[in-house]
């Protein structure tokens, strides 16, 4: 065991209405966990060095040897790897175990061609795992729980991530997948689940679909639920944690970097713990690849610290966040990162503006829509044309076209105010809006047909 | 006094008027009156029906955005200026009409007019001063 957990030292700190996972690692003094990171990186990098051709190229075009790498300062050396190398590299580039140690594979959702293998050796797959289980057990979870993951199973990291946790911390797990979501409210009213997992539009609908069967939060027993895979906001959030009586915890992660879990958020909700032992985070300004002070808004860079098949050195995610270390109410040490304010592969330059989806959702929410919404952006001559279409909501409804015709001026205007240019609202009937029952489909760039 | 109106908001799109008739035969609820505004994009089906409250309750669980509108019925002369008539008196009133539509009475000579007006209570007023009727819903249904 490479940390020690007879020492009591940490005590102090520990938040004793806090339960934790690994409370030794998760509260450990920062420099404790800087003294763990540098003899991982150390040993990774030699790892990579010797068994991964792709990334031992880049590093001698960049001129660094493993010899190099003493600590986490000396990363900065390191060549980045992008989404281009994993399609590059596709699909044994990066791999740096033998096939017969490794026992898994997981898969982004990406269409062909970008597509993402990840493999995983039994202990990727728990240490995986681990950092799922301090999930679920910063939302509340315990062995009494019943914990519903409705995050799809099969290729998708999401399903078997919170699996893995909940077994780890012995919650009973319904292993629901996404979809048939009446099923799923009936196993929820049935078996009492307590805590539930899946994609945070996917939570919306569960709510909407409870609701439309004649029940209400009374009647079902969760307490918590763990969101991610896809951007939402604060109003989402509040949205959600309404309709089904709950606390709503984010979660994050990426299947390069082995899946949900990476970073999760605790009681204090004010962004989420990195799981640093396992995954050192920094950010860089994305146009120059230059190391930004903690407290900088930039690109999120991981680098694995002891994940043995699928390593990756410093791994450029797109999300723009901001880390922190600012002590948390939780007890828990790890650094923070914040909610992702934007993702480059998200982010459309509309007129010359950039235009994050989350912005617009940030709009509806406020003003009484539901988050429930699609961007379609098309081009005509010269001039790109921005609509947004709207779902209308009962208490947004009037049934006269002027009050009708008011409501969109409304939205257009809230949503000029916050982008700097004006969208055609329309709105729409409920549930007319494209959306598959896992993600929704809240871009149509039309575009890029005529490019 | 006041009747109970339905309104629905339907996106333009061909079949959508025909659905919504479809759900309300579906339930026996019998159209008394109907009345359509539409825009590009979208149309606002106001109709009455003789139970209101079950016609929300049907639509709403077809999945419609739907509510009910309290609006106004008249009585006027089945003749060339009955509608302009009342409509006068509103607007000597300073009443402002959102909307009206007309349709013919069980009672032979007259017809029946449906009114959403800013002010009710103000509206009623100035009609009975002109001794024009409103109307109840049994009335408007020919009970
Ligand atoms: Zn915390």
């Known amino acids: 065991m490479w940390y020690d957990k007879n020492v009591e030292l940490y005590r102090e700190d520990v938040n004793p209405m806090e339960r934790y996972y690994q409370p030794e690692i998760e509260c450990a003094p920062v420099e404790k966990i800087k003294e763990w990171q540098n003899e991982k990186l150390v040993r990774q990098v030699r790892h990579v060095y010797d068994n991964v051709a792709y990334y031992r190229k880049l590093m001698e075009e960049k001129g660094v040897t493993p010899d190099d790498i003493r600590s986490t300062d000396d990363l900065y050396k390191l060549p980045f790897l992008t989404k281009a190398d994993l399609r590059d590299a596709y699909p044994y580039g990066l791999l740096a175990k033998p096939l017969s140690d490794c026992v898994r594979i997981q898969s982004t959702s990406g269409t062909t061609g970008k597509r993402v293998v990840a493999f995983y050796t039994q202990k990727d797959v728990d240490l995986w795992e681990d950092c799922c289980a301090r999930a679920i057990v910063a939302a509340g979870g315990t062995n009494e729980d019943v914990c519903q993951v409705c995050y799809g199973y099969g290729l998708f990291t999401g399903g078997p991530g919170l699996h893995g946790g909940s077994h780890k911390v012995g919650c009973l797990t319904l292993p629901m997948s996404s979809g048939n979501t009446q099923r799923q409210i009936q196993f929820m009213l049935d078996l009492q689940s307590t805590i539930l997992c899946c994609t945070p539009s996917y939570a919306v609908y569960i709510g909407e679909t409870l609701r439309e069967m004649g029940y209400s939060k009374e009647d079902i027993h969760l307490k918590a639920g763990i969101f991610g895979a896809e951007p939402w906001t604060q109003e989402m959030r509040r949205d959600i944690e309404n309709s089904l009586g709950i606390k709503a915890y984010d979660i994050y992660g990426l299947t390069e970097t082995s899946g949900p879990g990476v970073s999760f958020e605790c009681s204090e909700q004010t962004g989420m713990h990195i799981n640093e032992d396992h995954f050192f985070a920094e950010i860089i300004d994305p146009e120059t690849g230059e190391v930004l002070p903690e407290g900088s808004k930039g690109e999120l860079v991981f680098t694995s610290l002891d994940k043995e098949a699928f390593p990756l050195l410093r791994y450029r995610t797109r999300d723009i966040c901001v880390l922190s270390r600012k002590k948390c109410s939780c007890g828990r040490t790890h650094i923070k990162m914040s909610k992702p304010m934007g993702r480059s592969d998200d982010m459309m330059i509309i007129r010359g503006v950039n235009v994050f989806p989350s912005q617009i959702e940030t709009v509806l929410l406020k003003q009484g829509y539901t988050s429930n919404y699609q961007i379609v952006v098309d081009r005509v001559g010269s001039t790109d044309t921005f609509d947004v279409y709207v779902e209308v909501t009962e208490e947004q409804f009037a049934d006269t076209v002027r009050e009708l015709t008011l409501r969109e001026e409304e939205l257009s205007g809230a949503m000029k105010l916050m982008l700097g240019i004006n969208p055609k609202v329309h709105l729409v009937q409920p549930k007319s809006i494209a959306r598959s029952e896992g993600k929704a489909v809240r871009v149509v760039d039309k575009r890029k047909l005529h490019d | ?143």
Do not use: W
Not at chain 2, 114 to 142: C, F, H, P, Y
């Open chain 2, 1 to 143: 006094m006041r009747v109970k109106q339905i309104s629905v908001f339907l996106e333009n799109k061909s079949g959508q008027l025909a659905d919504v008739g479809a759900v309300l035969a579906e339930n026996n609820m019998n159209l008394r009156a109907l009345s359509i505004a539409d825009t590009k994009d979208y149309g606002i089906l106001r109709v009455i029906v003789p139970d209101a409250d079950g016609a929300l309750e049907v639509l709403r669980t077809a999945g419609y955005t739907c509510k009910i509108t309290d609006v106004l019925a008249v009585e006027i002369d089945d003749s060339p200026g009955g509608m302009a008539r009342v409509l006068a008196v509103l607007s000597d009133a300073g009443i402002s009409v959102e909307y009206a539509y007309a349709f013919i009475s069980h009672k032979a000579g007259y017809a029946h007019m449906i009114l959403r007006v800013s002010e009710l209570e103000k509206t009623v007023d100035a009609l009975a001063k002109a001794q024009i009727r409103t109307l109840e819903m049994n009335e408007l249904l020919g009970k």
